[in-house]
């Protein structure tokens, strides 16, 4: 079969790394003879521009359609007017709704060879290996009600942050089959101390937990989770929080590979391609990054890890998969090393020398 695969290019670098991730797709097929086409569509701020909405209908329409989704980031200073209606990160969190794309997977794992690109101490890095699904449609992004009201003269801002527990329990579910593949422990990351809808969260797991024997559930609250990652991160295989929580915890874990721009990852939900697979939205977890937009040196490895990761889970075609990572850790092996991860006076790659390193180690 062929694949349909919608690539999303977005906002600043996002058409950069994008062709970047195209180039190694067209590399890892053509070795292993599979076949797919591409369709290109607008969101964020590039489809305010040309469409006048963040999520053009022809967008929506065509990733309901297709296999899998490729996107590059969306946003950027021309359209970040606080009051204006549509926002481009608007497109993507409604992509990610109408899609049902309701879990996002991270996966954490340092190559030895960047530890010096790494803040934490090389010791601390040791052994680090685990994955974060957060979940993506649920939680303060999209409560309601969300307002600004007039009060005694004051301003008043309002986001709400609620959870059902179908919400939760489905998260959980796929969180706890994950570790049932990986080394059999689960991290649940809430504020139970002091949020109702966490209490729910924590209450919800521990039941789902009952359906996995096989795995250890451990319960952090948030503020422990974001220490421990700095301090044992290697303690953590699985980890499961919500939307906030999981958005700013990956962030915050993307220092231990060294650079943001190296991590990935696959939003899944339910709704399966013609291959039988989950239809997903993959991404590198970095935004638009406007400083360096259009200079060509922006980090492409989250992007073809993101490609790699839909190669397993929407195409499964896991010996492409396997090939895009390999070559990736080859290259880094090599001493191959955009601007964000050379050390001083080391050499650095520009984005097309280094997605051109990384086609030569699959071919």
Request: net charge negative.
């Amino acid at each position: 079969m062929k694949a349909k695969i919608v690539t999303l290019p977005g906002d600043g670098i996002g058409p950069e790394v994008v062709t970047a991730a195209i180039e190694v797709l067209a590399a890892v097929c053509n070795k292993f003879g599979y076949e797919y086409e591409l369709d290109e569509q607008l969101i964020g701020g590039s489809a305010l521009d040309v469409a006048g909405s963040s999520l053009p209908e022809a967008t929506l329409k065509a990733c309901r359609q297709s296999d899998a989704v490729l996107l590059g980031a969306v946003g950027g200073p021309k359209w970040d007017d606080p009051n204006a209606s549509d926002r481009p990160e608007k497109g993507l969190l409604g992509l990610r709704k109408e899609l049902g794309l309701y879990a996002n997977v991270r996966p954490v794992r340092p190559h030895a060879d960047l530890s010096k690109a790494s803040p934490l101490r090389a010791d601390l890095l040791e052994g680090v290996d685990f994955t974060v699904l957060r979940e993506l449609t649920g939680g303060i992004y999209f409560g309601e009600p969300r307002e600004r009201r007039q009060e005694n003269g004051l301003t008043l801002a309002l986001d709400t942050m609620v959870y059902s527990d179908a919400e939760i329990s489905r998260a959980a579910h796929m969180a706890f089959r994950l570790a049932q593949g990986r080394r059999g422990k689960l991290t649940s990351v809430d504020k139970a101390n002091v949020l109702e809808s966490s209490r729910l969260w924590r209450q919800t797991v521990t039941q789902v937990a009952e359906d996995y024997p096989d795995v250890e559930l451990e319960h952090l609250l948030v503020d422990a989770a974001a220490m421990h990652l700095l301090t044992r991160p290697a303690s953590f295989d699985v980890i499961v929080t919500s939307n906030l929580f999981g958005d700013i915890l990956t962030d915050e874990a993307s220092v231990l590979t060294g650079s943001m721009g190296n991590l990935p990852s696959a939003s899944l939900g339910e709704d399966l391609n013609q291959f039988g697979q989950p239809r997903g939205l993959y991404e590198p977890i970095h935004g638009s990054a406007p400083d360096i937009a259009g200079k060509g040196v922006a980090n492409p490895v989250g992007t073809i890890n993101s490609l790699a990761l839909m190669l397993r889970y929407s195409l499964g075609w896991e010996d492409a998969a396997a090939a895009v990572e390999q070559a990736v850790d080859v290259a880094l092996s090599d001493g191959c090393r955009t601007v964000d991860l050379a050390a001083d006076g080391e050499k650095s790659l520009n984005t097309t020398e280094m997605y051109a390193e990384v086609v030569a180690r699959i071919n």
